[in-house]
């Protein structure tokens, strides 16, 4: 008898100007804070976060991440933690410096808040780390069995960043659906080793249905630096409704293919929501269950935004099928999240669906872009 598992973060925060709550959430889970940023966030936020707990009288020590989420630096931070006394960690920036603040907190044993400063991920509410070696290759993924005590994002913060970064993030989070869907209907195991509820499956749905109807309304918001309310549903679908759909809802194709993309030297400096956004188109070609209508919108809502939907959008500007042919024997392999479609799963069928997404991407950017 299979059992449903539903993982959720402890507090989700979301608004205009939260950073200012940094202190006295960070407060309700411990008396000595140790925070990880790399040197980039530390530059932009580095004298906020001095004033904030300047003014609560919290003392905090730091880390200065170093860009990948290698195992060995896990260690070596929680042994930091561990010698500076701290109580809770805190990680403020992207998806890897998050990822590698789960780690330190599952190694160190003590409550975590995530302050992402980007949308361009689902990892701030997630319980999963994904590891990569010193020069950028996946090395495979631990979930900790728990998610943050605390999720704060200052939508201010996310509405100056980068534009690439937020549309990537709407890429991650639009596979949420169909990756969820896949696996329910294989009655397939989520993220979390069981069966995805009916709350995370609704969550699923409706992160796809706020990024069709808002996100180029919020595209626009970043590209203008203002907070509205297109925006603030957007970082919500992004960050919170995908971060809990992916995990509790389950993954399949899509994720199994930008998890690897690193296999293709042209793909190094990819982002990690712009992998996604291919393997969707894969994935939707691969599906003899998603209709024609669907796959079309996807890929259109795709070009319009500006994501990945052929193999030249992800540097291959030439390809045949034994180059392709690696990231097929990927998706077959024992373990692969590919397995969760409910057919068979071969290296040569992934293939042929690349192939064909590259056609249809094609075809659907020469008609919209007439």
């Not at 975590?112 to 950028?136: E, H, I, Q």
């Not at 759909?245 to 199994?256: D, P, R």
Request: proline share 3%; hydrophobic share 40%.
């Amino acid at each position: 008898m299979k059992t449903s598992i539903l993982l959720l973060p402890g507090k989700y925060i979301q608004g205009n100007g939260t950073f200012e709550l940094l202190a006295e959430e960070a407060g309700k889970l411990g008396k000595k804070p140790f925070i990880l940023w790399d040197q980039c966030v530390k530059g932009l936020f580095g004298s906020k976060v001095e004033e904030i707990f300047q003014k609560s009288g919290t003392v905090w020590s730091e880390g200065l991440f170093g860009g990948e989420t290698v195992r060995a630096e896990a260690s070596r931070f929680a042994a930091m933690v561990c010698q500076d006394g701290a109580d809770v960690v805190i990680g403020i920036g992207g998806g890897k410096t998050l990822d590698m603040v789960k780690a330190i907190s599952a190694i160190a044993k003590i409550p975590l808040m995530t302050v992402p400063t980007v949308a361009s991920n689902d990892s701030p509410c997630s319980s999963y780390t994904v590891w990569y070696d010193c020069n950028g290759n996946a090395d495979g993924f631990d979930t900790w069995g728990y998610c943050p005590n605390v999720v704060l994002v200052d939508t201010k913060v996310i509405a100056s960043s980068p534009v690439r970064t937020f549309i990537a993030g709407i890429g991650d989070a639009l596979s949420t659906w169909y990756e969820a869907e896949t696996t329910f209907k294989s009655r397939k195991n989520n993220c979390v080793g069981g069966l995805a509820t009916l709350s995370a499956m609704i969550l699923a749905q409706k992160c796809r249905d706020i990024l069709l109807e808002f996100g180029l309304d919020a595209i626009r918001s970043v590209q203008t630096k203002t907070v509205s309310p297109a925006l603030e549903k957007v970082v919500e679908a992004t960050i919170l409704h995908s971060g809990i759909g992916f995990e509790s809802g389950g993954l399949a194709t899509a994720h199994q293919m930008a998890n690897n993309m690193s296999v293709f030297e042209e793909c190094h400096g990819m982002m990690h929501g712009e992998e996604v956004a291919f393997g969707l188109v894969t994935q939707l070609c691969l599906d003899d269950d998603c209709s024609v209508y669907e796959r079309n919108r996807i890929v259109d809502f795709l070009i319009q935004i500006g994501l990945p939907v052929t193999l030249e959008d992800i540097g291959m500007k030439e390809f045949n099928r034994d180059k392709l042919l690696p990231m097929g024997k990927i998706c077959e392999a024992q373990g692969s999240f590919a397995h969760n479609h409910p057919f068979e799963i071969t290296a040569e069928s992934i293939v042929d669906a690349m192939i064909i997404a590259n056609n249809l991407g094609k075809e659907r950017k020469s008609i919209y872009q007439k």
